[in-house]
């Protein structure tokens, strides 16, 4: 990851209602490509918002994420990668991750939350850190930069047609990082209430 200007910090934003900036809020992942490599890619398109409480084990974040909008720089790739082995971006076209309470640990915060793709929910844990704010401008709502981490395996996903030879045995390590870079302001607007989401075994 490329080091900031400015140093992270262990602090969270203020308490509040807040909204992702889409224009400025990436979702990145890197899998592991034939033992040897890596395949990194993207997805363009991703809404969502936060609540940060006063206590912050009362903090929630929701976000939405376009499947169709997966981004490897490979067209070939991308079509594959959206067909019904892998993203089934058709009947299913986007992805949700919704996290509720905060934990610190180390420089940074722990978020436990429920992923969902292809219709399977997991439980995925991300390391948040806050990258900094904006400084204040009487034009503009101050933004605040957050830098999140997880693992998943794409086996859990049911994401399993040629795995082996891409991860070379069966594990229980996962096998995808995912990281999101995200921009939130402040949102004026009552948060709607989150999609109720149900973990499957």
């Known amino acids: 990851r490329w080091v900031r200007a400015r140093d992270v910090s262990s602090s969270i934003p203020p308490a509040g209602a807040y909204v992702i900036d889409p224009d400025h809020s990436f979702v990145h992942f890197a899998a592991q490509h034939m033992v040897i490599g890596t395949v990194r890619g993207r997805f363009n398109r991703v809404t969502g918002t936060a609540m940060v409480g006063n206590d912050p ?41 919704h996290g509720t309470g905060l934990r610190h640990v180390g420089y940074g915060w722990i978020v436990d939350g429920l992923l969902t793709i292809r219709g399977v929910t997991r439980k995925v844990p991300l390391e948040l850190v806050l ?71």
Not at 60 to 72: H, K
Request: hydrophobic content about 30%; charged content about 30%.
């Open 131 to 201: 990258d900094g704010t904006t400084p204040s401008k009487s034009s503009e709502p101050r933004r605040i930069g957050i830098h999140a981490t997880g693992w998943v395996k794409r086996n859990d996903f049911g994401m399993i047609r040629g795995l082996l030879d891409e991860i070379g045995t069966v594990s229980a390590r996962p096998d995808v990082l995912i990281e999101i870079d995200a921009e939130f302001l402040p949102d004026s607007k009552p948060p709607l209430p989150p999609k109720s989401t149900r973990q499957s075994n």
């Open 57 to 97: 084990r009362s903090s929630t974040v929701d976000v939405l994420i376009e499947s169709a909008s997966l981004d490897t720089q490979h067209d070939g790739r991308d079509a594959e990668l959206r067909g019904p082995d892998f993203f089934d971006v058709t009947a299913f076209p986007r992805m949700e991750y």
